[in-house]
């Protein structure tokens, strides 16, 4: 499992690096959140990523994609992460594509895909009906309607839930909340009749809904009653994705405040000479330093479609939750109180890991999971 980058994938690396650093800077979030755009990203910006092959990328050439890989996926999250770039990217194209690869059937992709990387379909997983990460809890009910299934329920935290066109519902056909069996995916139009999206302004200035389905039609993703494993898949999937991007909000967020350290003086010297702050740093470094070689391994298992996808899953996300968690913290404490300041970008990458840190499941849920799949 090679923990390096190919040429190829170094290239699109310095190519999304340049494009994020141009044209997706924090002061476009900043101004995303100050305006309370409608849409809660820029949609010229979007077309641009499109043109550039993004929302392609993991979508097979047969589809209309570029048939990347998890890998060049990986490195773009990286960079999106780094200027914390608000974009239907990780929802539409991570999520929403990799449930359509998954589960949809032939005639679906052959549809749907092509749309996708075209930038023309957005889509969105409304999984989640607590505040807490629950893939097995779902509630919602889908009953089978005709051709196809009517859903009645509720989902919170819907990643650009009030932009997608498109819903891929997480909903029960059978069992009880927790059950693996009797999950089941239906694809709802975000117009139909009996849906309900009311956006939320999270914390960290990106996009979220709330939907409720009162007997909302649509039709069926894969094999009723059998969503549990797909839903793993793109789940994880959606995990090792997200890690990459944290990874590179946390390399940011870093880089930032040693740079501060080098600047600014106490008593006549650098900040940044006193042991104390540089001991806190070194710890820093190194949990980077370790987060790069578990994001790119579990990157790797994607591509090569390991068996480990699971316990990498997990092992990514929770690393880098704590990664994050402590490199925004110590950002802000670095800075002192003008970190605390909105004039500051550097209490963004807090309140983006604080939200990033709580989706797809914080670190006392992949803990216990990753146990779980070691057998214990």
């Given amino acids: 499992m090679p923990l390096v980058l190919n040429e190829e994938q170094n290239m699109l690396k310095d190519a999304a690096k340049d494009f994020c650093g141009n044209n997706t800077p924090i002061s476009q979030l900043r101004k995303l959140r100050d305006d309370k755009a409608d849409k809660g990203f820029d949609e010229p910006t979007w077309q641009q990523m499109v043109e550039l092959g993004w929302a392609g990328i993991i979508i097979p050439e047969d589809f209309g994609?570029?048939?990347f890989g998890y890998m060049g996926m990986g490195v773009v999250m990286e960079e999106c992460g780094r200027t914390l770039t608000a974009s239907p990217l990780f929802s539409t194209a991570v999520l929403g594509a990799s449930a359509i690869m998954n589960a949809g059937s032939d005639e679906q992709k052959g549809e749907l895909l092509g749309q996708v990387a075209g930038g023309e379909l957005l889509l969105a997983l409304a999984l989640e009906e607590t505040p807490h990460h629950n893939p097995y809890g779902a509630t919602t009910k889908a009953e089978k309607s005709g051709s196809g299934y009517k859903v009645t329920g509720s989902k919170k935290f819907v990643l650009d839930g009030h932009v997608a066109n498109k819903l891929i519902v997480v909903a029960r056909t059978s069992g009880n909340a927790g059950d693996r069996d009797g999950l089941t995916m239906v694809l709802v139009d975000s117009d139909a009749k009996g849906v309900k999206v009311t956006r939320t302004f999270m914390a960290d200035s990106r996009n979220a809904a709330n939907i409720e389905f009162d007997g909302a039609e649509g039709v069926l993703l894969g094999?009723?009653?059998?969503?549990a494993d797909v839903l793993d898949r793109v789940l994880d999937t959606g995990r090792i994705l997200l890690a990459a991007e944290m990874l590179g909000s946390s390399q940011e967020c870093f880089e930032r405040t040693v740079e501060y350290l080098k600047t600014r003086e106490q008593f006549g010297v650098p900040i940044g000479s006193f042991q104390a702050l540089k001991h806190r740093a070194a710890q820093m470094f190194c949990e980077i330093e370790l987060s790069k070689s578990v994001v790119l391994e579990a990157l790797s298992a994607l591509d090569e479609n390991s068996d480990?996808?699971?316990?990498?899953?997990?092992l990514a996300k929770a690393r880098l939750n704590d990664t994050y968690n402590l490199v925004s913290?110590?950002?802000i404490q670095m800075h002192g109180g003008i970190g605390m300041t909105d004039e500051y970008d550097i209490g963004?990458?807090?309140?983006?890991?604080?939200?990033?840190?709580h989706t797809l499941g914080n670190s006392a849920f992949h803990r216990n999971r990753y146990g779980e799949t070691q057998g214990y």
């Fill in 65 to 67: 994609g570029l048939g």
């Fill in 348 to 357: 963004f990458f807090m309140k983006r890991a604080r939200v990033s840190e």
């Fill in 308 to 314: 480990e996808i699971a316990e990498l899953a997990s």
């Fill in 329 to 331: 913290s110590e950002g």
């Fill in 223 to 227: 094999t009723e009653g059998k969503a």
